[in-house]
């Protein structure tokens, strides 16, 4: 099932207030990740959320890349990659395409989580493939997050080898998660309702 979306951004604070005003809705406070030195805020989409991430000028460096490409992260703030649950990640993991990544151990506050990120991070597609991750426990980020009335209600993609995308994403079970569209180059949209109505991200 999807987990969330995640809108990469040069600086935490420009991109939050590019996605509030985009969806006319606040976001709220995320944390920090020590291991990848990033951090975020977010927004409950129901059952899954909305993450703005960014690197974290007062982490300490990481010793390895970070998650979803960050450190090649240029330009304006947008949608960048996607995020699948699973209740099985080292199953999981049989079936997607080579370069998804190995399994790291993370933690935020009470919250606890298990997810494979590439070695060097960059997933596959050019991150159009989605971020596998399992969680422990019955805490979730959408079980803290206030309910503001937004909800998730279209998710595609446009990808050069849409064909090959397709067919990667159907292997997993992940087909019906998202439109999958050929077009020249890797692109993520989303559509959302929301208490001002139907608003867009891209």
Avoid at 118 to 147: E, K, M, S, V
């Amino acid at each position: 099932m999807l987990d969330h979306l995640v809108v990469s951004a040069t600086t935490l604070e420009d991109g939050a207030a590019q996605v509030e005003e985009a969806l006319g809705v606040k976001l709220q406070p995320g944390g920090r990740h020590d291991l990848m030195g990033t951090h975020n805020r977010l927004l409950g989409l129901g059952p899954a959320y909305l993450e703005v991430i960014a690197i974290d000028p007062e982490a300490v460096p990481p010793h390895r890349p970070r998650w979803y490409d960050l450190d090649r992260f240029a330009g304006a703030t947008r949608l960048t990659n996607w995020a699948v649950q699973t209740e099985d990640l080292d199953n999981t993991l049989h079936h997607v395409p080579p370069g998804t990544g190995e399994p790291i151990n993370f933690a935020r506050g009470d919250l606890r989580w298990q997810m494979a990120v590439p070695d060097n991070g960059r997933l596959p597609f050019d991150g159009a493939f989605p971020a596998i991750i399992q969680w422990y426990g019955d805490l979730h980020p959408c079980n803290q997050l206030t309910d503001v009335g937004c909800r998730l209600i279209q998710f595609y993609i446009t990808h050069p080898d849409a064909e090959n995308l397709q067919l990667a994403l159907a292997a997993c079970g992940l087909e019906d998660l998202v439109s999958v569209n050929q077009g020249p180059e890797k692109r993520v949209q989303a559509a959302f309702q929301t208490p001002s109505g139907v608003r867009y991200l891209g």
